[in-house]
C-alpha cells in the first residue's frame, strides 16, 4: 500500500489521535502531520513527517496537498475554517475526510458537492464522534423504521476528564444560541432554542438523577436536507442535545443572549480551556462518555455507547474508520460531499463493522447493557493497538495511580443493596445493629494489629503497599467475622461470597479493559495472555503468592499459583473458609475478558489460594471458565 496521507491540524486533541491510530493500524503508510507549529516531542510517533501547513497561504497549502493521496481534516474550530481546506484539497486533486462538528461549516463543505463530483473527488464529512458514530446510529434506526413517523433524539454525555482541546471550547460557544436551526418536520427550521422544554434533562447510566442538556444545531440538519439522503431514510425530526459535567445549562442559556465578537470570543475560549484543565484533575471529573440515540422518546427502544473513553478518541476512531474504508475501496464510485447520511446502507453497514474491529460497538438501549453501561462502565475503552494504550496495563489495585472517581461510592451501594446487609438489619434492631457497627470497627483495628507481622516483613519498595493490603484484608475478616456470629457460619458465608463476588466483579469491569478492547490487534489471543500475563507478575512481584509459568507447544500456556498470602492472612485471622473468594473473583475477569476471543480457559481452584490455570488458542470462539 503505497497510499500518502496528511493529517491536517494533526497537533491537535483528535488529530494526533487519528495520527497514532492510523500508524498503529497501518505502519506501511505514509503519514505526515500538517500544522502551523511544530509538534512538541514526543506527541506524534517518531516516524511521523511533520510538514508546515498555513491553510492561509494558498499556493503553497495546495502545492503541499498535491503530494498526497488523501487529506485528513482535523482543523479547528471548523465553524472558523469551514470549506476552505476542502477547496484547497479539490484545488490539489485530492480526496478529504474531515471531523466537522458545525453546521455552518457543513452548510459550506455540502456547496462545493458539484464541484468534487465533476472532479472525480470524494470529500468524507462529519466523520467524527457527533455528527459521524451518532450519525450512524441513527441511520440503523432510521433503516430499521424504528420510528413510524420518523421522529428521533440524540444525547450526548462528556465526563470532565480529559479537559477538551484548545479550539473545543469555541465550538461550545458557537452552540449558545436563542435561536436554533434544527430538523423539523422534514424540513429545516429556525426555532427558539428550547432551553427548557420538558425534554431538557436526561438520565444517563452511571447518573443518580437527570441531568440538564443543551440544544445545539447538529451538522445532520445541513445533510438531511440535501438532495441526495439515501433512499432507506425517513428522518423527519431530530433533536440533538448534550451535557458536558460541570458545563451548566443557566449558564450556556445566560452566554445565549451576547453575540461575543472575536476578541471577546478569544477570551472567553482561553478562559474555558484553562478551566477545562484545571477540571479534569478534580477527583470528581468523569472518564466515561455516553451516546444514546432513540425514537419517539422512547430511550429503550434506543442504541447507545458507552466507555471510558473521551469523544476525542471517539471521533479519531470514526475518521480512522472513514480513512479504512476509503483505503479498501469502499467509495470507489462514490464522488462529491458525502456526510454519513448520504450514504447507502450496504456502505454504512461496512462503517459499523470497521469501527467495531475499533473497539467501539452501539448496543440496544436494554435492561442488560443499561446495567452494564451503569454498573460496570460501558463495553467501549480508549485504546488502539498498541499494548501501552491498555488499560492499567500492569497494574492492579494497589498500584494503580487513581480509581474511577465513581468506585468509592459504588462499592458502598454494593455494600447496602447487597442480601447480607439486608440479613444483618432484619437480624438486629436499631440498638442492635449500631451495637454491631461498633463492634466491627474494634474488630477491624484488632485483626490489623494481628497482621502487624506481615507488614513487618515487606518493608522496603512495597511496604505502603503492604499497609493497604492487611487494611483490606483485616476490613474482609472483621465485618464477616461478626456477621458470621450473627447468622451462623453457613448463612454469613453464603451471602458474603456473593457480596465479594458481585462487587468485585464491578471493580474488575474498570480495573481490566473490555473484551472489545482487544478486537483491535491481529493476533487477540496473544494480546490478551500479554496483559494478563503483566497483571499477573507484578502482582507475584508484591509477594502475595508464587507464580510459576511454562509453554507447551505454540498454543498452550500454563500458570500455577501458590503459597497465596491472601489465603495465609485470612486463616490468621480465624477466617479461612475466605481464602479461595479472590481467585474466584479472578477467574470470573479473566474469563470476561477473553469472551471474545479464541482463548480456552480453565481454572482449577484448589483450596488455600492456590490455583491451576491453563490458556490455550481454540479453532472456535469460547472463553471456558
Same mark, same amino acid.
Given at each position: 500500500?503505497n ?9 491537535g486533541?483528535?488529530?494526533r489521535?487519528?495520527i ?11 503519514i @505526515? ?27 503553497? !497549502?495546495?502545492?503541499t ?20 481546506a476542502?477547496?484547497l ?7 478529504a ?10 452548510d459550506?463543505i455540502?456547496?462545493?458537492h458539484?464541484?468534487? *463530483? @465533476?472532479?472525480?473527488?470524494?470529500l ?32 450526548l ?6 479537559g ?7 465550538? /461550545?460557544?458557537? @452552540? ?5 436551526t ?6 429545516r ?6 432551553w427548557q ?6 438520565t ?5 438523577k ?5 440544544p445545539?444545531?447538529?451538522? *445532520? ?8 439522503v439515501a ?12 451535557h458536558?459535567?460541570?458545563?451548566t ?8 443572549k451576547y ?27 468523569d472518564p ?12 429503550q427502544?434506543g442504541?447507545m455507547l458507552?466507555?471510558v473513553? !473521551? !469523544?476525542?478518541?471517539?471521533?479519531a476512531k470514526?475518521?480512522c ?5 476509503w ?9 462529491g460531499?458525502k456526510?454519513?447520511?448520504?450514504l447507502?446502507y ?11 474491529q475499533y473497539?467501539v460497538t452501539?448496543?440496544?438501549?436494554? *435492561? ?9 462502565f460501558?463495553?467501549?475503552d ?11 496495563l ?5 498500584t ?10 459504588r ?8 442480601? /447480607?446487609?439486608? %440479613?444483618?438489619?432484619?437480624a ?5 445493629f ?8 474494634f ?12 507488614r513487618?516483613?515487606?518493608?522496603g519498595?512495597? !511496604?505502603?503497599?503492604?499497609?493497604s ?7 474482609f ?9 450473627l447468622?451462623?457460619?453457613?448463612? %454469613?458465608?453464603q ?8 462487587t ?6 474498570w ?11 491481529d ?7 500479554q ?20 509453554? *507447551? ?6 500458570i ?13 485471622l ?10 474466584e ?15 480456552e ?22 472463553a471456558?471458565?
Amino acid at each position: 500500500m503505497n497510499k500518502k496521507i496528511i493529517v491536517l491540524g494533526g497537533t491537535g486533541e483528535s488529530g494526533r489521535r487519528i495520527i497514532h491510530l492510523l500508524t498503529s493500524r497501518h505502519p506501511e503508510l505514509k503519514i @505526515s502531520c500538517g500544522a502551523r507549529r511544530a509538534p512538541k516531542d514526543g506527541i506524534l510517533p517518531k516516524n511521523i513527517e511533520y510538514v508546515p501547513f498555513d491553510i492561509n497561504d494558498q499556493s503553497h !497549502s495546495v502545492k503541499t496537498l498535491a503530494q498526497y493521496d488523501l487529506a485528513v481534516i482535523a482543523l479547528g474550530p471548523m465553524d472558523k475554517f469551514a470549506m476552505l481546506a476542502h477547496q484547497l484539497c479539490l484545488d490539489a486533486n485530492i480526496d478529504a475526510v474531515d471531523i466537522n462538528d458545525s453546521l455552518h461549516g457543513a452548510d459550506q463543505i455540502l456547496t462545493l458537492h458539484k464541484n468534487a *463530483e @465533476s472532479k472525480q473527488r470524494l470529500l468524507l464529512t462529519g466523520m467524527g464522534f457527533s455528527p459521524g458514530i451518532s450519525t450512524l446510529l441513527l441511520t440503523e434506526l432510521a433503516h430499521q423504521k424504528a420510528s413510524p413517523n420518523g421522529h428521533y433524539q440524540c444525547r450526548l454525555y462528556m465526563g470532565a476528564a480529559y479537559g477538551g482541546g484548545e479550539t473545543s471550547p469555541q465550538a /461550545i460557544l458557537a @452552540s449558545f444560541t436563542n435561536q436554533l436551526t434544527c430538523w423539523r418536520a422534514g424540513t429545516r427550521q429556525q426555532i427558539d432554542t428550547p432551553w427548557q422544554d420538558g425534554h431538557h434533562q436526561f438520565t444517563f447510566p452511571a447518573q443518580k438523577k437527570p441531568v440538564d442538556l443543551i440544544p445545539f444545531a447538529t451538522p *445532520e440538519v445541513a445533510g438531511l436536507g440535501s438532495v441526495h439522503v439515501a433512499d432507506d431514510l425517513d428522518i423527519k425530526q431530530l433533536d440533538s442535545r448534550y451535557h458536558i459535567q460541570h458545563l451548566t445549562l443557566g449558564f450556556a442559556k445566560f452566554m445565549s443572549k451576547y453575540r461575543l465578537g472575536e476578541r471577546k470570543n478569544a477570551f472567553f475560549s482561553n478562559m474555558f480551556f484553562n478551566n477545562g484543565q484545571k477540571l479534569k484533575t478534580k477527583k470528581d471529573s468523569d472518564p466515561d462518555t455516553c451516546l444514546w440515540v432513540y425514537p419517539d422518546n422512547n430511550p429503550q427502544a434506543g442504541l447507545m455507547l458507552h466507555g471510558v473513553v !473521551s !469523544s476525542y478518541e471517539l471521533t479519531a476512531k470514526m475518521a480512522c474508520v472513514a480513512v479504512e474504508s476509503w483505503l479498501n475501496n469502499v467509495f470507489a464510485t462514490s464522488y462529491g460531499v458525502k456526510a454519513v447520511e448520504h450514504l447507502p446502507y450496504e456502505t454504512r453497514q461496512i462503517l459499523l463493522q470497521t469501527l467495531a474491529q475499533y473497539g467501539v460497538t452501539a448496543r440496544p438501549a436494554n *435492561e442488560q447493557n443499561f446495567h452494564q453501561a451503569d454498573q460496570e462502565f460501558g463495553w467501549v475503552d480508549s485504546v488502539s493497538s498498541e499494548p501501552s494504550s491498555l488499560r492499567n496495563l500492569g497494574f492492579n489495585w494497589y498500584t494503580v495511580a487513581n480509581q474511577h472517581p465513581k468506585m468509592a461510592k459504588r462499592q458502598q451501594e454494593y455494600l447496602y443493596k447487597s442480601d /447480607i446487609w439486608h %440479613a444483618l438489619k432484619e437480624a438486629t434492631n436499631t440498638f442492635s445493629f449500631t451495637k454491631f457497627v461498633i463492634s466491627t470497627l474494634f474488630a477491624w483495628s484488632r485483626d490489623g494489629k494481628r497482621l502487624q507481622s506481615w507488614r513487618d516483613k515487606n518493608q522496603g519498595e512495597h !511496604s505502603e503497599v503492604w499497609k493497604s493490603i492487611t487494611k483490606d484484608m483485616s476490613m474482609f475478616t472483621s465485618g464477616y467475622g461478626n456477621a458470621r456470629a450473627l447468622l451462623g457460619k453457613e448463612k %454469613a458465608y453464603q451471602l458474603y461470597r456473593a457480596m465479594f463476588l458481585e462487587t468485585g466483579k464491578m471493580e474488575m469491569r474498570w480495573l481490566w479493559p473490555n473484551p472489545e478492547s482487544f478486537t483491535l490487534f491481529d493476533d487477540q489471543e496473544a494480546a490478551i495472555l500479554q496483559y494478563w500475563l503483566a497483571w499477573l507478575r507484578n502482582y507475584a512481584k508484591l509477594g502475595l503468592f508464587t507464580l510459576k509459568e511454562h509453554q *507447551e507447544g505454540t498454543q498452550k500456556h500454563v500458570i500455577s499459583i501458590s503459597d497465596c498470602a491472601y489465603a495465609a492472612m485470612f486463616k490468621e485471622l480465624d477466617c479461612p473458609e475466605l481464602a479461595d473468594m479472590v481467585r474466584e473473583m479472578e477467574q470470573e475477569a479473566l474469563t470476561f475478558l477473553a469472551s471474545q476471543s479464541n482463548l480456552e480457559i480453565t481454572f482449577n481452584i484448589k483450596g488455600h489460594g492456590n490455583a491451576d490455570i491453563t490458556l490455550t488458542k481454540s479453532p472456535t470462539l469460547q472463553a471456558v471458565g
